[in-house]
T-cell receptor, first 114, second 115 residues
Framework: AQSVAQPEDQVNVAEGNPLTVKCTYS??????LFWYVQYPNRGLQFLLK??????LVKGSYGFEAEFNKSQTSFHLKKPSALVSDSALYFC????????????FGKGTRLHILP | NAGVTQTPKFQVLKTGQSMTLQCAQD?????MYWYRQDPGMGLRLIYY???????DKGEVPNGYNVSRLNKREFSLRLESAAPSQTSVYFC??????????????FGSGTRLTVV
């Protein structure tokens, strides 16, 4: 069965420092991987995706993520954090050999400290 | 661009009352989904509809029913609300097949409180 894990409930980073939000996954085939962000009282917004190709994918707001097949990970990164990056981040996975459902992680709350 | 529209945005129900959450998308997507979001639980799939005329249970379907009225609209009904159904509900839509690579588009959510 497909699953996704976000091992950290919360991550605190000082403004200007690099940030990493961790995600690992489990699927039977080659995964589709996604990151979504949720700001307070809002719906989820698409950040970036990995379908195939280059292992480093770039997305919105200066975020990027690295697909590592051997470690089954898809960590979200940003070189220099902004206070406005504070939000709830969800990693998600879909097995393209199955149906169209995405499985979401439990979310990681990112706090950027001024 | 409206995307996915959910109504209402907020609702308070008494235990045992019924209500329907409405969702409509204008992106010509085939698939639609209902999720609930609870603290520490992430998003859990309630029901989904892979195409017009079909619906399937997700992870937490008990206490809910759905209707895929047409390609645009997918409603979620609580027949007899319980306090355990206090949550934030999100509707989402997506293309199917090779179009799925674009992932989901989410509505802005309905915050439901059952007292």
């Amino acid at each position: 069965a497909q699953s996704v894990a976000q091992p950290e409930d919360q991550v605190n980073v000082a403004e200007g420092n690099p940030l990493t939000v961790k995600c690992t996954y489990s699927v039977s085939g080659n995964p589709y991987l996604f990151w979504y962000v949720q700001y307070p009282n809002r719906g989820l917004q698409f950040l970036l995706k990995y379908i195939t190709g280059d292992n480093l994918v770039k997305g919105s707001y200066g975020f990027e993520a690295e697909f590592n097949k051997s470690q089954t990970s898809f960590h979200l990164k940003k070189p220099s954090a902004l206070v406005s990056d504070s939000a709830l981040y969800f990693c998600a996975v879909r097995d393209p050999n199955r149906d169209d459902k995405i499985i979401f992680g439990k979310g990681t709350r990112l706090h950027i400290l001024p | 661009n409206a995307g996915v529209t959910q109504t209402p945005k907020f609702q308070v129900l008494k235990t045992g009352q019924s209500m329907t959450l409405q969702c409509a998308q204008d992106m010509n997507h085939n698939s639609m989904y209902w999720y609930r979001q609870d603290p520490g639980m992430g998003l859990r799939l309630i029901y989904y509809s892979a195409s017009e005329g079909t619906t399937d249970k997700g992870e937490v379907p008990n206490g809910y029913n759905v209707s895929r009225l047409n390609k645009r609209e997918f409603s979620l009904r609580l027949e007899s609300a319980a306090p355990s159904q206090t949550s934030v509900y999100f509707c989402a839509s997506s293309n199917s097949g090779t179009g799925f690579i674009y992932g989901y588009t989410f509505g802005s959510g309905t915050r439901l409180t059952v007292v």
